[in-house]
């Protein structure tokens, strides 16, 4: 190996370990300001309320879901903290209880949103539908497969 | 000892695999696409949309690995000065872009029904479309810079720089909130795809490899051939 490659291959880890700790400050701080959406349990723990439009994300509750003239009304949770929405509109086509879901609004206090627009939120579980039927069937569907 | 890496060895070296390579791929093809579209079920969730997955999961995939492979040649060019893996690079470039296109659209086309949107600043779908952007700055290097020399330097730099964002895609669905769902196959834990679609799923994997190989070979055979005429060597 000669002196050249030797040099290079020295400022090369040089660099590496610099752009790490750098890396590393850039990373915290992104974590903290690039949200794009809120646990309830995050929206809890926040000491101010946020103004404006933000975004929630969780399961909709089971059973939770109901609709009073052209009003959905039904609760965002992550298992721990609770959220209640209100929206007027069309709900996406895999919006369903015990499925995730973002929700985009404004709040009106705390523990409660007024929702402009719904995503629907998609896990990482595929299975077939006859798959699906027979878990439920058999009893051995888990809570985290969702509906 | 690196006697393999000079350019005469490999410029008529994959001309008799090749015609192998198009076979498998063109019947692994076939293979793949009828398990995709007629024979795997629809999900009970999303129905016949899944089937956006056969291509979207692949693209996605490939456009990482090639990028990955494109940074850790921009390594080896800049430490060790081999100019092989310069023209590795740069052959593989457009091809990566291309899967990563491909990803961006396939996934805005599942996202419409299955989120309610095209497209969402969530990290997931940012970082990829930063990578988009990186391969584009690559390519242009090469495209701008007349000088060989410098622009071998600068668009190693540049797939160095945006190797760091490799590991950003890969885990933003753990490290952020997002739209995006996590992984489906991880390298540890069971997949939580049904073996019924994760057949088909890593059969058009594999179609995909196919593809991307014949092509790269292909440019790789023009970059050395266009080297070697430009005596940059």
């Keep these: 190996m000669n002196k050249n490659v030797k040099k290079r291959i020295i400022f090369f880890l040089i660099s590496v370990i610099t752009f790490l700790i750098i890396g590393q400050y850039i990373f915290k701080s992104l974590r903290k300001n690039t949200v794009y959406f809120f646990t309830p349990s995050e929206l809890f723990i926040l000491s101010e309320i946020p103004r404006g439009i933000i975004r929630i994300g969780g399961m909709v509750k089971k059973n939770s879901l109901n609709k009073k003239n052209n009003t959905y009304q039904f609760i965002i949770t992550d298992f721990k903290q609770e959220v209640k929405v209100e929206y007027v509109g069309v709900l996406p086509n895999l919006f369903v209880e015990g499925q995730g879901a973002v929700i985009e609004g404004k709040l009106i206090d705390r523990l409660s ?29 888990q809570k985290k497969y969702g509906k | 000892m690196f006697d393999f890496l000079k350019s005469k060895n490999f410029i008529g070296f994959h001309d008799q695999y090749i015609f192998w390579i198009k076979v498998l791929f063109l019947s ?18 999303q129905g016949d949309t899944v089937r956006i997955m056969y291509v979207h999961v692949p693209a996605s995939w490939l456009s990482l690995m090639i990028f990955a492979a494109m940074g850790v040649s921009g390594l080896l ?24 296109l491909i990803s961006l659209f396939t996934g805005s086309i599942w996202g419409q029904p299955t989120w309610g949107t095209f497209w969402a600043w969530d990290a997931r779908l940012t970082s990829m479309l930063v990578l988009a952007f990186i391969y584009i ?5 090469w495209k701008i810079i007349k000088k060989f020399l410098l622009a071998e330097k600068i668009s190693a730099l540049i797939s160095l720089i945006g190797l760091a964002n490799i590991p950003v895609i890969k885990f933003s669905v753990n ?27 890593v059969i058009m994997f594999l179609v995909f490899v196919m593809f991307a190989l014949i092509n790269f070979l292909i440019r790789l055979k023009f970059e050395t051939l266009n080297m070697k005429l430009n005596k940059h060597e």
Aim: charged letters at 15%; glycine letters at 4%; one cysteine or more.
């Design chain 2, 77 to 100: 060019t800049l430490v060790f000065k081999f100019r092989f893996f310069t023209l590795v690079s740069k052959s593989l470039a457009p091809i990566g872009f291309t899967f990563c």
């Design chain 2, 175 to 201: 490290w952020w909130n997002t739209l995006h769902q996590p992984a489906s196959i991880k390298l540890t834990g069971a997949p939580t795809i049904h073996s019924s679609m994760l057949t088909p799923l």
């Design chain 2, 28 to 45: 692994l093809l076939i293979f793949g696409l009828i398990l995709s579209l007629f024979v795997s079920p629809a999900d009970y969730l």
């Design chain 1, 113 to 141: 949103l007024k929702a402009e627009n719904i995503l629907a939120k998609h896990d990482e579980k595929y299975m077939p539908k006859e798959v699906a039927d027979a878990l439920k069937n058999k009893g051995s569907w």
């Design chain 2, 137 to 141: 700055f690559y390519i242009l290097s």
